[in-house]
């Protein structure tokens, strides 16, 4: 995993697993890496992944059986669904907006580009 | 550069027993002074990262708390024994990698069946794992190894002794390009609740996301020993186009582009946190060569 240095690592983490929820490489009520091993895989200090699952644990996405692990909430996908959708509109399409404005891009270019299998050959064209 | 001095709330303060204490040390080579009135708390479960530049006196510190170095003045308390003492004790539970050193003429394995009695919790499974990792050769003599090789065959060694405290002096100078990979991976899975890390480093990008708190040491004292949340959640660096006034800023650094400038974290503001060289620079700066400063 790349980290970047726009925003604290425990945050990016918190990130990362929420992709894995997300994309299903993680199932809902499942197992998950310990705090050791997932700080070896990511290579970082085992107390920046004890304050990622921490923070995950108070907004329900794992959950923490004692003695046992760390598992994913049997309700996790549609928790980090219903969070990232809220991001996705309250702080993306605002963006989004703004800069089709900026450019001039109608709704009708969008649609366009929608049901273009190559947008990114079209755009440069 | 610096105009106002930066303060830190301890809400992601460092968390553990105490495992070493020093108390109002000082200390000096010959008419060098170096230390005075240093006061330093380590505890237990992380690991520490020893920022400070060059003659600070980060091997001198790391000797001191190991018993190689006696204070002049003040106390060091290390697992609640003084090391001056070198009791068998004591010295069971520290393991100490230098940075540059001597190894005798005999192979990696002659070496643990000579040194590994005498850490009680030795782990010779994990030693192995660690060479392996790290891939090393085993039946290679030490004298022969290059630094790095043989840095690494202490490192496993220091590793798998599973003493409560671990002193990494460097440990990342003289490691090939895989190995400092391989390094963050092995310290990250045998660290534990137990132990407790002291890594000086001047590598700061080889330890990045690995060493947490930071213990900085400038002018002879301990000018921030922190968590780098607890800076980070109250600061933030921003860029910006247009030269920022001094009086406003607490710290300002030029870059390509614009100036990064060190502001303090609002309600719901943007911005970057601090990487390890930032909050170096910017603790170093704000000291003004006085106790204090940044806490």
């Not at chain 2, 000797?63 to 004790?89: I, M």
């Not at chain 2, 990045?208 to 949340?229: M, Q, R, Y």
């Amino acid at each position: 995993m790349q980290f970047n240095t726009l925003s604290p690592i425990y945050l990016q983490i918190a990130e990362y697993i929420h992709d894995l929820i997300l994309n299903r490489i993680w199932d809902d009520g499942q197992r998950i890496p310990s705090v050791r091993d997932m700080a070896m895989e990511l290579e970082v200090n085992p107390n920046t992944v004890i304050r990622t699952y921490a923070m995950l644990q108070e907004e329900g996405t794992l959950e923490n059986q004692r003695g046992i692990g760390y598992f994913t909430a049997k309700d996790a996908r549609s928790l980090v669904l219903k969070q990232r959708r809220e991001k996705f509109i309250k702080r993306e399409l605002p963006q989004l907006f703004s800069t089709m404005e900026t450019l001039g891009i109608t709704w009708e270019d969008l649609q366009q580009y929608a049901h273009t299998e190559e947008v990114g050959n079209e755009i440069q064209a | 550069m610096a105009s106002q001095e930066v303060s830190v709330s301890s809400e992601y303060g460092i968390e553990g027993d105490v495992v070493v204490r020093m108390t109002d040390i000082s200390f000096a080579y010959q008419s060098k002074k170096l230390f005075s009135n240093l006061d330093l708390e380590i505890r237990r479960g992380n690991i520490y990262g020893l920022l400070g530049k060059n003659g600070a006196g980060k091997t001198t510190l790391l000797k001191l708390l190991s018993g190689q170095l006696f204070v002049q003045g003040g106390s060091v308390e290390v697992f609640a024994q003084n090391p001056q003492k070198r009791t068998p004790s004591l010295l069971q539970e520290i393991f100490y990698l230098p940075e540059e050193f001597p190894l005798p003429k005999m192979k990696a394995t002659e070496y643990l069946a000579m040194l590994s009695p005498f850490y009680p919790r030795f782990d010779h499974t994990m030693f192995g794992v660690y060479c392996k990792d790290f891939d090393v050769d085993l039946n290679q003599r030490l004298d022969q190894m290059s630094l790095g090789q043989k840095k690494k065959v202490l490192l496993s060694f220091g590793l798998a002794s599973n003493t409560a405290l671990l002193i990494l002096d460097e440990p990342t100078n003289g490691l090939d390009i895989p190995s400092k990979r391989q390094f963050r991976q092995t310290v990250a899975s045998a660290m534990t609740e137990n132990r407790t890390f002291i890594i000086s480093t001047h590598q700061v990008r080889d330890m990045e996301n690995l060493i947490d708190p930071i213990i900085i040491l400038h002018d002879g004292s301990v000018i921030f020993n922190d968590t780098v949340a607890s800076v980070s959640d109250k600061y933030v660096l921003n860029l910006t186009t247009s030269e920022p006034s001094k009086e406003h800023a607490l710290y300002t650094e030029k870059v390509l582009g614009g100036w990064m400038v060190l502001s303090e974290r609002g309600e719901g503001s943007e911005g970057q946190p601090l990487d390890l060289e930032t909050l170096f620079n910017v603790v170093i700066q704000t000291s003004k060569g006085t106790m204090g400063g940044v806490r």
